[in-house]
């Protein structure tokens, strides 16, 4: 069975810390475009930050930049998103979406929470 899950979510306080994890189950992650989203009620779900297959080329949305971090240790099948200095606005679910173009996979997790709040 295909899935990809993600774990790692929780309550922070504002400026704390949280790694975010994203594994696979029936298809190795190696060679996937990797990228996060992150929605609220209401909202569109928004692309936070993305890695190429080759883990060569990193992108962040604007309001992330210089706060997040993505990063793949293939070995181990991972996929990680690193959130520093969070603040309120930052609470959302986010997920983990796979992306394989040449034969259009594209797979997403269920979610996992973050709430930044005190």
Known sequence: ???LVESGGGLVQPGGSLTLSCTS???SLRGY???WYRQTPGLERELVASMTGSGTSTDYAAAVKGRFTVSRDNGKNLVY???NSLKPEDTAVYFC???YLPL???YW???TQVTVSS
């Open 25 to 27: 189950s029936g298809f």
């Open 33 to 35: 475009e990797m990228r």
């Open 104 to 106: 259009s996979y594209n």
């Open 109 to 111: 997790g269920q979610g």
């Open 81 to 83: 998103l690193q959130m």
């Open 97 to 99: 979406n796979a992306r």
């Open 1 to 3: 069975q295909v899935q």
